[in-house]
């Protein structure tokens, strides 16, 4: 596991979470992926597939704003990039 990209992740999805400018069903899926990749019990790319999959369901939601879906595609590449490392 590449530590550097697995912490950059996570600080990504915090300031998704703490965001005010995106929906609040935005920052709760950001909040619940840093969860599930916090989960010990799971390997490191089921982790990641389970925030990619939540993290693109919130991408694909027409009330949040570009920004906001500029950010979970960078997220969501990330993840994507770790799950392969």
Same mark, same amino acid.
Do not use: F
């Given at each position: ?30 909040? %619940? ?5 916090? $989960? ?9 597939? &389970?925030?990619? @999959?939540? *993290? %693109? ?5 027409? $009330? ?9 595609? &960078?997220?969501? @590449?990330? *993840? ?6």
């Amino acid at each position: 596991m590449d530590q550097k990209l697995y912490d950059e992740v996570l600080y990504l999805l915090d300031e998704l979470g703490q965001d005010t400018t995106v929906p609040k069903n935005v920052r709760k899926s950001a909040t %619940d992926s840093i969860s599930r990749l916090g $989960n010990l019990k799971e390997s490191l790319d089921i982790k990641c597939a &389970t925030a990619v @999959s939540l *993290l %693109d369901e919130m991408a694909n939601d027409p $009330n949040v704003p570009a920004h906001g879906r500029a950010a979970l595609y &960078t997220v969501i @590449s990330k *993840l994507e990039a770790l799950a392969k490392s």
